[in-house]
């Protein structure tokens, strides 16, 4: 089993998951696509919010903070 960082261990899985909805929600407020031929939806982004529903939120953050790098979007510092 491995030990939890010193971060996540600070963290309880309420705080995860309200950084993951915080996150999701941002990524989605300004990469939204609109209109035809938009190329459907954002399979990162997708999965990542199924992690968070699974309570998989390490993975989840993980993603979309990644997602929100390669669009060059500052990450909220967490709270």
């Not at 989605?28 to 459907?40: I, K, L, T, V």
């Amino acid at each position: 089993m491995l030990a939890p960082t010193a971060a996540s261990a600070q963290q309880t899985n309420e705080q995860l998951a309200a950084r993951c909805a915080e996150l999701g929600a941002l990524y989605d407020r300004y990469n939204a696509r609109r209109g035809e031929g938009s190329g459907g939806p954002d399979m990162t982004r997708l999965g990542a919010g199924i992690d968070c529903q699974k309570g998989r939120y390490q993975q989840g953050i993980k993603a979309l903070e990644d997602l929100l790098q390669r669009k060059r979007m500052p990450i909220p510092p967490a709270s």
